[in-house]
């Protein structure tokens, strides 16, 4: 088993490295001069030089990228002398137009997207599973025609659209909730919660939908295996048998989804996090690209996709608990 | 022939599907004594499966329609409430299927499997229930049994699997035990180790076994009474030596022809059935064998599409459906006319 | 033996090994399967030749290795006298014309959103052969032949049963008019009824189009029926081959012992009159097959040679090939006889007289040897 997991963990470190790689190759072939973006208001030939060589844009892409690499474990100086700009380990870059180090900026608005990442997935997940597992015990009779119908419509409509609905109705027209404004919940927990419910609901039936979906036809594909019919045999109670044999195999394929759901979701929620003005990554990252800054869209891309990597481990090592057949002997 | 055990009187199962309404069992009738062996012997879609299913209350009533009569010891199961006859199903009752692999929990060890098995129905500490599965396992022949019980199914081997099905089964001495198919996954070699534990399991415990097949070397081996069933209906029923040396229903007659046999001389040709099976959602009219039978001509008139048969006794505790079997039998009787 | 010109398939030395890798933080090749391990067998023309083996023996891959659908890993493979071992793909493909394959499942082998007719009619499109009368006209004949309704030439594969949708491998298999078809447990998965259909019509292609069969199959009673000649496999070697009345008469390998009196017999009677071998145990991991004879951890007639000396084949007379040390020349009646370490027969505790009387010491089954059994190697 521990062999397993360090071979998968070496592998996942790999996979980082290709990745930073190839992130950082991208953006740096796009055509945006990032000296010039970089150099504010009052711009001459001479400040874009400057910019050019304090950010290291002068070297070839490969000496870029290895001081890129390096800084996230010894930090980086920007420039030398009096306007140098020191960019502490794990320095994941410096973002011009905010002066701030880039990793500091994620920082900041990570909270809020783990927040809003977690509530909804705790609720989607819950019920999503739960009405698919209802549906699925209720084949064919009018709930879960019901179910399957509802989760079919809420698959489709798109997140902004739910979201405007929400905001019209909830907050403009009934004025159940004041408008949302997002603070940290040690500061002030109900307003915390009446920002974040609306959001957390209108995420969580974009992916109940998906879940309930999935969670019902995973669910008859088990009850109709051999070993659902050994378990009736025996005579087990239909709890026991839906509740232990059933669950346990029909909702492993879910959790793969839900792990790599999940990390996505830490990656920020773009349109969501617009719409209900949290200051999350998906937020910062539109930003960035409205008011071009590279360094700052690296960096998201790059943490996001630590997230999907490191999810996908954690569902493989789940995945042999859950599963003897694939946990290495 | 003492008392019958088991008693199935006109049992009628359908299911509602899109296609139509299949008659997946459409009137079978059959008593088994206790400790006797029943083989049921059918070609897929004959309705074997699912009139044991039916036995052991397995199939859901909201799906399917049963109607019918089925009595074990004095009472009529299809009449208990689901949790009664729950209570029965694997305590006086079990079952063991084809496919051993996927007829275990993947995912539990078998020794967790087993004790489940024990204490759904015992109230027995969790120590004690692990013994008797241990002792379950020793006496299906399964090397070794303190460690294999902490085996997950896909580390035995086809036949070790179908070995604690079997002890599965046994653990709580069930009077009846059926028995689906249980050698057909196997390899051959294999399929001879476990039908010679089931033969001798039974000699053991004096529990009563109904055998589902389509191996007629199979039933052979273990029955004491055969049913052959056709399209859903019980076509003919008697003492093996009955079926196998004095077959009365021309499909038995066929099945007989066509199987390989290692014994007989080599004809060139097999004699095969002509024809396909029929569908259950569109039955044939008169006797569901006609379109395929080799002698209907020998009946008079065109009584076999028209009028279906009665399971009408030929000889002593040997019945069958069939129009000809009934004329020779009247012949006989009344003398020809 | 027959001039080489008869055969329509000459295999030798045939090895199918499959790597094993390890688990560990690097992955390397810790051993092979050797799921073929020096295979030689033959087909004549017009002839069949019945493979017979449980699962796991290699029969299979046999097969599938001779249409190099698996990659042989030494050996030799003739086919109509061209060595087809070492030809790239583009090389083999007119001479797949010569040699078909037909599976146990049917319906897995025909594409669902293909008509039957265009499921038929692939072989002449594929080869780009035009056959007289036209494709059309060679598709109707074809189903005829194989006795399918010809109208029925625009259904889908799922509007037929199981052994209609066989019918129709068959038909696609002939539709070339091959030397050689590959028959891969061809009717294990029918009923009994069709099965005996679907043998009847093989027969009959055989006998009118002179094809050869490899007949693949775990059923001794169904080779029987079809085969001319039979060769027994177990753990990638081939145990026995004779001809079939020869085989089925005068089994020599105790394996082939086994295997003939496992098969049930539907008669009562007979079966109560018949020798009785219940072999113990499972089959051994191809991965570390047995030393010497591959079979002695299960044969019941095993001496101290056998776990240490390969046997090599020979011929007993009349072409009756055996890889045995101590082949059983005598059928034994309405005996009942354990191999070792049978998980049947240490742990039950019998009660008297519940076996047949020809045992009488079950304790010491595992290692008594039946006096038959020890005075075999007499004949040789």
Redesign the interface.
């Known amino acids: 088993m521990s062999a397993f997991v360090v071979r998968r963990v070496l592998i996942m470190l790999l996979m980082l490295l290709l990745l930073s790689f190839a992130v950082f190759f991208l953006f740096s072939i796009l055509p945006a001069d990032v000296a010039r973006l970089t150099c504010g208001k009052i711009c001459t030939d001479q400040t874009i030089e400057l910019n050019r060589a304090r950010l290291g844009l002068d070297k070839s892409i490969f000496e870029q990228y290895w001081l890129f690499l390096s800084a996230i474990f010894v930090g980086r100086t920007y420039g030398v002398g009096e306007g140098a700009l020191v960019c502490e380990a794990p320095c994941l870059g410096w973002s011009f137009t905010k002066s701030e180090p880039v990793l500091e900026l994620i920082l900041d608005r990570l909270p809020a997207t783990v927040f809003l990442a977690l509530g909804a997935f705790v609720i989607f997940l819950i019920g999503g599973v739960g009405l698919g597992v209802y549906s699925a015990l209720r084949r064919g009779r009018w709930q879960d025609k019901a179910i399957t119908g509802v989760s079919l419509i809420g698959y489709s409509l798109p997140s902004f659209f739910i979201g405007l609905v929400v905001i019209f109705f909830v907050i403009i027209r009934w004025q159940l909730l004041p408008f949302p404004d997002y603070v940290n919940p040690w500061e002030d927990p109900v307003q915390f919660l009446q920002t974040m419910i609306l959001p957390w609901i209108v995420l969580a039936v974009l992916y109940a939908a998906f879940y309930t979906r999935l969670t019902r036809s995973q669910m008859l594909e088990t009850l109709s295996e051999d070993f659902i019919r050994t378990a009736r045999a025996k005579g087990l109670k239909e709890r026991v048998v839906i509740g232990k044999h059933a669950l346990r195999a029909g909702l492993t394929p879910i959790v793969t989804a839900a792990g790599l759901d999940l990390a996505g979701l830490l990656g920020g929620a773009i349109i969501l996090e617009t719409i209900f003005s949290l200051p999350g990554l998906g937020s910062l990252a539109i930003s960035s690209v409205l008011n071009p800054d590279q360094s700052i869209l690296v960096g998201i891309t790059l943490i996001t996709a630590t997230f999907i990597i490191v999810a996908n481990l954690i569902v493989d090592i789940l995945y042999a608990f859950i599963d003897p057949r694939v946990r290495p002997t | 022939m003492s008392a019958p055990f088991l008693e199935v009187n006109d049992l009628r199962v359908s299911f509602r599907t899109e296609d139509g309404v299949v008659r997946a069992v459409d009137g079978s009738s059959f008593n088994v004594a206790q400790g006797e062996t029943l083989a049921i012997v059918g070609e897929s879609g004959s309705g074997k499966s699912v009139t044991a299913q039916a036995i052991m209350g397995l199939l859901s009533r909201r799906s399917a329609d049963i109607s019918g009569q089925v009595v074990l010891d004095g009472s009529d199961l299809l009449a208990l409430d689901d949790d009664e006859i729950r209570r029965l199903r694997g305590a006086r009752m079990a079952m063991i299927f084809q496919d051993p692999l996927s007829s275990l929990h993947p995912f539990y060890r078998i020794g967790d499997q087993l004790t489940e098995a024990v204490r759904v129905h015992r109230k027995v500490s969790r120590k004690e229930a692990r013994n008797r599965a241990i002792d379950g396992l020793r006496r299906v022949g399964i090397p070794a049994p303190e460690q294999r019980i902490d085996d997950y199914p896909h580390q035995l081997s086809g036949g070790m699997r179908q070995r604690v099905m079997i002890a599965m089964a046994l653990i709580n001495e069930p009077q009846l035990l059926i028995a689906d198919e249980p050698t057909t996954a196997l390899d051959v070699t294999v399929q001879a180790q476990i039908t010679e534990l089931m033969v001798e399991l039974q000699k053991q415990t004096g529990t009563t076994l109904i055998i589902i097949t389509h191996d007629l070397g199979v039933v052979a081996d273990m029955a004491d009474h055969v049913c052959v069933m056709y399209g859903g209906r019980v076509v003919e029923y008697g003492s093996i030596d009955d079926v196998y040396y004095r077959p009365a229903m021309p499909y038995t007659q066929g099945l007989l022809a066509s199987v390989p046999r290692l014994d007989s001389d080599r004809n060139a040709r097999l004699d095969p059935i002509p024809g396909n099976p029929p569908s259950l959602i569109n039955l044939p009219s008169g006797c569901v064998f006609h379109p395929r039978c080799g002698r209907r001509d020998e009946v008079r008139g065109d009584l076999c599409v028209t009028t279906e048969p009665e399971l009408l006794e030929v000889a002593a505790g040997h019945t069958a459906r069939c129009h000809l079997t009934a004329q020779v039998h009247a012949e006989e009787v009344f003398g020809a006319r | 033996m027959p001039a080489d010109s008869e055969r329509v398939l000459d295999v030798r030395d045939l090895q199918v090994y499959f790597p094993v890798r390890s688990?560990?933080?690097?992955p390397r090749t810790i051993g092979q399967i050797k799921a073929v391990d020096g295979v030689s067998l033959h087909v004549e023309a017009g002839k069949t030749l019945g493979l017979v083996g449980?699962?796991g023996c290699g029969k299979s891959t046999t097969g599938r290795a001779i249409l190099r659908l698996t990659q042989p890993t030494a050996g030799s493979v003739e086919l109509n006298g061209t060595d087809i071992t070492n030809l790239s793909r583009r090389q083999l493909r007119p001479l797949r014309r010569e040699a078909q394959m037909i599976f146990q499942d049917p319906y897995n082998a025909l594409n669902p959103r293909q008509t039957i007719g265009s499921i038929i009619a692939a072989p002449f499109r594929i080869q780009g052969v035009e056959p007289p009368g036209g494709v059309r006209t060679a598709v109707r004949e074809l189903l005829d032949r194989v006795g399918l309704n010809p109208e029925h030439v625009n259904r889908y594969p799922n509007e037929f049963?199981?052994?209609?949708r066989q019918r129709i491998g068959i038909a696609r298999a002939i539709a070339l008019r091959p030397k050689l078809i590959i028959c891969d447990e061809p009717v294990s998965a029918l009923?009994?009824?069709?099965?005996?259909?679907i043998?009847?019509l093989l027969?009959d292609l055989q006998d009118d189009f002179g094809v050869s069969y490899l007949f693949i199959a775990?059923?001794?009673?169904?080779v029987?029926?079809i085969a001319d000649r039979v060769a027994v496999m177990y753990l990638g070697h081939i145990v026995e081959s004779s001809s079939?009345e020869e085989l089925?008469k005068r089994p020599l390998h105790p394996y082939t012992h086994?295997?003939?009196?496992?098969?049930?017999?539907?008669?009562?009677e007979?079966?109560t009159q018949r020798e009785?071998?219940?072999?113990?145990g499972?089959?051994p991991s191809p991965l570390n097959p047995p030393s010497g004879c591959v079979f002695h951890t299960r044969c019941f007639v095993a001496q101290d040679r056998c776990r240490t000396e390969v046997p090599i084949m020979r011929d007993m007379g009349q072409g009756h090939l055996v890889a045995c040390h101590f082949p059983i020349e005598e059928q034994r009646i309405g005996e009942v006889i354990h191999g070792p370490?049978?998980?049947?027969?240490?742990?039950?505790e019998?009660?008297p007289g519940?076996?047949s009387e020809s045992i009488t010491d079950l304790g010491a089954v595992g290692t008594t040897r039946l006096d038959s059994a020890n005075s075999t190697d007499e004949g040789i």
């Not at chain 3, 370490?341 to 039950?348: E, F, I, K, R, V």
């Open positions: 688990r560990g933080v690097f449980e699962s049963s199981g052994g209609q009923d009994v009824s069709i099965q005996a259909q043998l009847n027969q775990h059923d001794l009673a169904v029987r029926q079939r089925y086994a295997l003939l009196s496992a098969v049930p017999i539907p008669d009562p007979a079966q009785r071998i219940v072999l113990g499972d089959l370490d049978s998980g049947l027969t240490a742990p039950l019998p009660e519940y076996f």
